[in-house]
């Protein structure tokens, strides 16, 4: 079994700078998110990447502090919440397993009669924001939060113009919603779920408080920021194997052929991986593959997992 590579036999920051240069030739390849008008102004040719290490040390390169739309990656935070919240509550309302299709797929929601696939799907998220709304009035700050605590501070917050950009189009997601509710899988109405979601998506943050904010996920749970336990680590079994299956989309499968780590992704352009015991690492880049994952950032995971052997392949 070949060893991950310990941090002092290369320069990390020499990597991620090397990354930086060898990701530039694919811009041009993916496309932004049009979907959410917004999202739709932000610059294509945007790249940071992130890592965050054990020893408390972050080490970043290119666009690595300019705040982005965090979109999906928040719905990693959300459910360390409501398994923090609720303990294994949660999933007597949603599924453990990939869906094979889109993350705003309806058909498969009907005919499963509104038990979402997973936590990650929209209707799975849309089901946790539901859960969390019992615990708090406003959830997208209580994520807001969350991540600002994980972290240490961000330099991110609620965007405001690209929550209200979202609810003014997210005619699926009510869709969603509402067939969930018909099911009696969420309890609140379902336009004040959506609009509570599409808060808590529109938080901002760069890949560096990223990085930070997923890193007690390395540490088994533990934060180095509180200097106490954020969620027990049988919680964070559960949600490093839950990324590892279904947080890229319909091309988890693919992304863990290439890369080895589990990781969230958002249609701003974020995925935040995580190398348990090791260390995390987040990439931002706008354009999107068809599955709706950054394209470059996804060059760059793979780049950086070869490099490091920081994988579980
Ligand atoms: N707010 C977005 C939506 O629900 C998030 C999608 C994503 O990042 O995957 O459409």
Redesign the pocket.
Known sequence: MREPRPLTSYRLADLLADIVDHVRPAFGKGKVAGY?PELAKVNPRKFGIAVATLDGADVAAGDADEPFSL??VTKLFALQLALNRGGDDIWTRVGKEPSGTA??HLAILEAEQGTPRNPFV?AGALTVTDYLMGRSGDVAKLVLEYIRASAGGISGDIDEAVAAS?IATAHQ?RAIAHILKVHGTIDHAPDAVVNA??RQ?AITASVRDLARAALPLAMDGFSLHSGESILAQRMVRRVNAVMMTCGM?DSTGSFAYRVGLPAKS???GGIVAVAPGLGSIAVWSPELDRA?NSLVGTIALELFAQNTHWSVL
């Open positions: 959410i979109q999906s993350f705003n929209n979202e997601n979601y599409c998506c989309y958002g249609v701003g709706g």
